[in-house]
């Protein structure tokens, strides 16, 4: 058996032990994780840890560096995504559905995990923490993989875990980190063992996970976002709005793009060019947009379709709020889209009428974030629209299953003709 | 524009209105259909554009004459689940969370349909009013292909769909029959347009399927389904469920392909044996079931894995409840596996432990269907984990959208040492 088979069939079983024991073991180790994320000796290690990464890192560009170094207000926000999580009911063996198909024949469709997750990840140890504890309130084992940049820090916070689920009675084997990248291609290239592979990271590094596995992806995708100032946006909202969502992470997916402006709404397109500018942001308009602010680059076609991940955005009039949803449809990747508008109906269209993940009134694009949303983190962000869409929580990490409880039934004795189904929902 | 680009074009605009008309409408579609489709006229109109295929197939083997051949229980059932469906909640718009991130920031996570459905399907007319039904109910527009041979009975059904759809003010192009295979390859080929492509047939045309379409399928997969007979197991009851799972329908998904049992339950396997072999069966045991069976043939190493899809069913012996799951593990498709015990215990350990979707016990596995399990029919039967597991019927075909509602709120006014989140379900 080679190494990564048998790592993940220790998964299998790992997570087996993890999902069928009670739901208070599995609060039991969130509520460790949390106490001990937050403990002064156990933060000091992990500390030490994260020092000894960036000490090796001096070569990263500062970006890097930022999303590679933790600090005690890091270790809170882990810790505090760890108590959401232990604080919320525990979703495993929920009955979703129960319904009589006839006397003494039951149906029940039950919430279960999907098994055994592989999460690919890129610098940001942090990530380690929030995926674990989602792992664990869904009843999966993980297999992690971060950046090697960050390996001295994963190590560290993944034996964190471990000890966690030691406490609560649970095997450490639910919760493993690959050593390196030849480990994590030989995974990929399995045909069965890990139910999702979620892959996070960039563009290029997510194409790379979703070309090589063999087993179902979930990828962290492009996210093409805009901000559309309706003619009765307010200039000051619109302003904050549209800078948060464009620097406060000019390289998340949930940052904006593009910006779409209407005739009336010149007011609100100013206050937003000269806030964007006033903190370095370059701007590339389209023809009308530049006939009012002559200053800005010449947009292209190609920039309608990009992700900048930097601080540039592109700015485009539109003919009317119709005219902002054929742009969306055409060029949003179905990520987060947000309008900015005191008209209620206006807004109120918008959110009818968009086709996306996330689609916002009145607020930055940032908000897209389990976090944020109190799902207490997120595995990634989906932008399809099968299974899980938008930031991935635990019900992402759900599935379930058909139970039927008969006494002998057999088919070939319902149908038009014979006995009827009594489908009575108890 | 090519053809079916503008088709999709039509089917995405259709679908957009089918989904923003009110509930009542497709329920008044729904009825529409059900009356239509037991109405004289229209049966009369159906039956003979179904004659036409009939003489046509002149040279096609009896079991697809059967499916191909429409008759008035068969109508009357594609009625009844029309009128399962209306009498349905139309479940769009529901809301699956509703969260106070702050005061006026409210998160709403509601349902919505996926958009535009491809289903191709084989010879089975029934399929296609089952289908249109199932989409008409989700909000969804629908491309249907079915099999040539059924042609002239596709045409008219689909007729009776679309002017069930007018009737009620809604769009005839929500429901769309693609014209021949060249169309369907056209469509599979686009990279976006369709939200699912649903792909219902043989292995082989599954399989084709799949590796042509650039947009997710769900492909109806292949189904090797066991049943365990427990030491307890009833002998009449076990041969009963295992007849009823092997004889009824032996090219269906569900059909059963292996038996399984444990010393202690001769009683059962001999009479499960009498029954199959009165009624044609052939069966091939493994060499601690031949010892027993002399008279069986030799199962080999492929038959654990087989799905044959005829009157043949391999045998095995296990050591008990344990070797029983392991072999599941190892050869089953994770479709449908039941049980037969009147240990209770026994049997919810498997229906905790088996991981498929359908898990039964003393019930026939032909009961995994969307129709019996009161779902109004089924799109297909998934055995992925993702998105949807079993019989898909109108839930496999939803999403939803994470709709933020704010009043100027950024991401920077929160976190650590900031505002907190309230995250207060409402």
Chains 1, 2 share one sequence.
């Not at 080679?2 to 069928?20: D, K, N």
């Not at 962290?220 to 620097?247: M, N, Q, T, W, Y």
């Not at 449809?329 to 508008?341: D, L, M, P, Y």
């Amino acid at each position: 058996m080679s190494a990564v088979v048998e790592r993940v069939q220790r998964a299998i079983e790992a997570g087996g032990r993890l999902a069928r024991a009670p739901a208070e073991s599995r609060t039991r180790a969130l509520k460790a994780l949390a106490t001990a994320l937050v403990d002064p000796e156990v933060c000091a290690r992990v500390l030490e840890a994260n020092a000894r990464d960036l000490a090796a890192a001096s070569g990263l560009a500062t970006p890097l560096v930022k999303r590679l170094k933790l600090d005690a207000a890091k270790l809170e926000t882990m810790a505090d995504g760890a108590r959401q999580l232990a604080s919320r009911a525990d979703p495993l063996g929920d009955v979703l559905a129960r319904r009589k198909l006839d006397e003494g024949l039951v149906l029940e469709q039950i919430r279960c995990p999907l098994g055994v997750l592989a999460v690919v990840f890129e610098s940001r140890p942090d990530a380690l923490a929030q995926i674990a504890s989602l792992a664990l309130r869904s009843g999966n084992a993980v297999l992690l993989k971060g950046g090697r940049e960050a390996a001295e820090s994963n190590h560290a916070l993944a034996e964190v875990v471990r000890v966690a689920l030691e406490r609560a009675g649970l095997p450490a084997d639910a919760v493993q980190l690959l050593d390196d990248r030849a480990e994590v291609d030989a995974l990929l290239g399995l045909e069965k063992g890990v139910d999702l592979v979620v892959a996070r990271g960039g563009k290029e590094f997510v194409e790379h996970v979703r070309a090589r596995s063999r087993m179902p992806v979930l990828a962290h995708a492009e996210g093409v976002c805009h901000v559309f100032l309706h003619r009765s946006a307010d200039p000051a909202k619109a302003a904050r709005i549209v800078v948060d969502s464009k620097v406060t992470y000019p390289a998340a997916c949930n940052a904006v793009e593009t910006l779409l402006w209407e005739p009336g709404a010149e007011a609100a397109l100013d206050a937003s060019v000269a806030a964007l500018r006033s903190v370095g942001v370059e701007l590339r308009g389209d023809a009308a947009t530049r006939a009012r602010h002559p200053e800005m680059t010449a947009a292209t076609d190609a920039d309608w379709d990009c992700e900048y991940g930097a601080l540039i955005l592109s700015v485009a009039r539109v003919a009317d709020l119709d005219g902002a949803l054929a742009h969306i449809a055409r060029h949003g990747s179905q990520h987060t889209e947000a309008i900015v508008a005191e008209d209620r109906a206006a807004a109120e269209r918008f959110l009818a009428e968009v086709d996306a993940a996330c689609v916002f009134h009145d607020a930055s694009t940032r908000f897209a974030d389990g976090y944020r949303f109190g799902l207490g983190g997120e595995v990634g962000i989906g932008t399809g629209k099968l299974h899980a869409r938008g930031p991935v929580g635990v019900d992402g990490l759900l599935t379930f299953r058909w139970l039927l409880r008969g006494s002998g039934q057999v088919s070939a004795e319902y149908g038009p003709g014979q006995k009827p189904f009594l489908h009575e929902d108890l």
